[in-house]
């Protein structure tokens, strides 16, 4: 009976423990059930992201083929085809004088601009755009590839050193392995230092093939006449420690370079090395065809340079200079870099390096240009005046001897030895000699040629304009023609006009009395000659700088005057004549030459007259 009350009792006990616990979950809710964080490496991925995940693993993997595909393309250089760098950008630097930009592909300028200067149709100059120009590192690898530079992509990094500017174009193998090429630009300065140099390469590169460094340019035209332009564009190299030479239409090869200019008139490319080239090949080819055209380029310039490898790496410091053809800019970087301006060789060039171009920057600080050039012309003829006095003095004298020698010339018409014998022996008399008005304008033919040289380089004339001239280093346009004359152009300039008209006046007064006698033999036509001399100004000179032109009227204007003053306060011909017959009285002592060649025309006129 007690047993079954107990069990009733805890049945009892049970329900009313579980009803109150019924009662406290509900009057107080479940304690969060306690979980555990995830390590901090692991990813806790929400459905939504799933989808982002995939297309990522997708990527990588295509990286991986590409890098994949680069190595099997350029061995070790493939990594540089994995970088940001690897696309066709730009980066642009500039100080006062040039604007340049560097391309991602190749490392090299793909943009030179002259920040002062302007072309002929006022647009600003370029040395380098449009792919006109490319330089490339050919070389081989250890495991037998063949890469060019020019198809790889650099790096570039710019970077101020107090107030140069640094430009490090890498191409790279690893994060501290890479070929670099360096260019430094100082402010104000046409050149730039430059630098090939490679760390880490020694078991990259191969050591047994070379590394060839190809330069090309093709020139822009800057000038009116492309022609003219054209003429004073040259590749221009030194060799050998110093000397130089250059190449026009052709290749060349030559040993020992320190440096090669593509020179285009009024403005160069140079590259210049601390460490000369062992050997040079250089190409430049004539893309002018025809006046007519309007051609882009001038001429295509090419040079292949060997760089030797210093324990497996390369290491070069070079320069690169972007600027004017300036005799004074160039003199003063003192690297020979004055030999690439077309002044003349032996005394023409010492004429103008040391008296006309001195001179001329002098005058110029206080006169224009054009100016300044008629002013050097006066002075020129001013001290050239002794010389030319005695050659109008030696004028004088055949003049007066002319009626005597038209004598001897009727009395041996027939015997031509008999006549240059007597008429020897008049001018041994008379003391005159036609060969005497000959050494004076002799000795004028250096300063004469040596200006030539100097106008159409002299960079200062250039867009300087004088009375219609608007550019004293082009020709001087009065008039367009609708038609095109070979060798004359298109055009008409008037300085040729003038100054072959001053010609002419002067060949009348120096041979016209000459050429009212009979023509001797042996002696040149100079009818032919008078006529010839301005003809070949006005046709020629038409195209050339009118600097030139203003130069060559001037000159004959003021030898037309100093003979004119000559003839008429200085000489007198009666006085002349006189002496002449005096000297004719007094007994003449031969020299040796005179007298040998004397006996030898007696001896030939004696044979003569035995064989008769």
């Given at each position: 009976m007690e047993e079954k009350k107990f069990d009733i009792n805890s049945l009892i006990g049970f329900l009313l423990i579980g009803g109150i616990l019924l009662w406290m979950l509900y009057m107080n809710p479940s304690a969060p059930e306690v979980v555990e964080e995830p390590a901090t490496d692991e990813v806790v991925v929400t459905p939504d992201e799933q989808?982002?995940?995939?297309?990522?693993?997708?990527?990588?993997?295509?990286?991986?083929?590409?890098?994949?595909?680069?190595?099997?393309?350029?061995?070790?250089?493939?990594?540089?085809?994995?970088?940001?760098?690897?696309?066709?950008?730009?980066?642009?630097?500039e100080n006062d004088v040039l604007a340049l930009s560097f391309s991602n592909k190749g490392g090299y300028l793909s943009e030179a601009k002259m920040k002062n200067y302007k072309t002929f149709d006022s647009i600003p100059v370029y040395?380098?755009?449009?792919?006109?120009?490319?330089?490339?590192?050919?070389?081989?690898?250890?495991?037998?590839?063949?890469?060019?530079?020019?198809?790889?992509?650099?790096?570039?990094?710019?970077?101020k050193n107090v107030e140069n500017t640094v430009v490090s174009m890498k191409l790279k193998v690893s994060p501290q392995e890479f070929l670099e090429y360096r260019y430094v630009l100082k402010p104000g300065e046409y050149m730039m230092d430059f630098t090939i140099r490679s760390q880490g390469l020694s078991d990259v590169l191969n050591p047994s093939d070379p590394v060839l460094l190809d330069w090309k340019l093709k020139g822009y035209r800057h000038a009116k006449s492309i022609t003219y332009e054209n003429r004073y564009t040259k590749l221009v190299y030194e060799y050998d420690g110093g000397d130089d030479d250059e190449v026009n239409d052709g290749e060349e090869e030559e040993n020992d370079i320190s440096y090669v200019a593509y020179k285009q008139h009024f403005f160069t490319s140079i590259l210049l090395t601390d460490t000369p080239f062992e050997t040079g090949k250089f190409k430049a080819e004539d893309l002018v065809e025809d006046e007519e055209v309007d051609t882009l380029y001038t001429k295509a310039f090419a040079s292949t340079l060997p760089l030797q490898l210093n324990g497996g790496e390369l290491n070069y410091n070079m320069n690169w200079y972007y600027?004017?053809?300036?005799?004074?800019?160039?003199?003063?970087?003192?690297?020979?870099?004055?030999e690439i301006i077309p002044l003349g060789w032996g005394i023409f060039g010492w004429i103008n390096k040391y008296v006309f171009i001195p001179f001329f920057s002098f005058i110029t600080n206080y006169m224009g240009y054009g100016l300044a050039i008629i002013v050097m012309t006066i002075a020129i003829k001013l001290v050239l005046s002794p010389v030319q006095y005695k050659q109008y003095l030696s004028q004088a004298k055949m003049k007066v001897l002319r009626p005597e020698i038209n004598e001897l010339n009727e009395k041996y018409k027939d015997n031509a030895m008999k006549k240059q014998q007597e008429t020897m022996k008049l001018y041994s008399k008379a003391g005159a000699s036609p060969m005497s008005g000959c050494l004076p304008a002799l000795m004028q033919m250096p300063v004469f040629y040596a200006l030539f040289m100097f106008f159409p380089s002299a960079f200062q004339l250039r867009q300087k304009d004088f009375l219609w001239a608007d550019d004293l280093s082009s020709y001087d346009k009065i008039a367009e023609l609708p038609f095109y004359i070979p060798f004359y152009g298109d055009h008409v300039s008037l300085f040729p006009i003038l100054a072959s008209i001053a010609i002419f006046i002067y060949m009348m007064m120096t041979t016209g009395q000459t050429m009212q006698n009979a023509q001797q033999p042996g002696m040149p036509n100079m009818k032919f000659i008078m006529?010839?001399?301005?003809?070949?100004m006005l046709i020629f000179f038409n195209n050339f700088a009118s600097g030139l032109s203003l130069y060559y009227l001037v000159s004959n204007l003021i030898t037309i005057g100093i003979m004119l003053f000559i003839k008429h306060f200085i000489l007198d011909e009666e006085k002349i004549h006189a002496r002449i017959q005096e000297n004719k009285k007094k007994p003449k002592k031969q020299g040796k030459f005179a007298r040998k060649m004397q006996e030898m025309m007696e001896q030939a006129e004696q044979q003569k007259k035995g064989k008769k």
């Open positions: 989808e982002g995940l995939a297309q990522s693993e997708i990527i990588q993997e295509a990286d991986s083929a590409a890098v994949a595909r680069a190595a099997s393309r350029l061995g070790a250089f493939g990594y540089s085809a994995t970088l940001p760098s690897a696309t066709e950008n730009e980066t642009s630097v040395l380098i755009k449009d792919n006109n120009a490319s330089l490339n590192l050919t070389f081989t690898t250890s495991d037998g590839r063949v890469l060019n530079t020019k198809d790889l992509y650099f790096e570039p990094t710019v970077t600027g004017p053809s300036d005799y004074q800019i160039l003199n003063d970087y003192d690297r020979n870099l004055d006529y010839l001399s301005p003809l070949f």
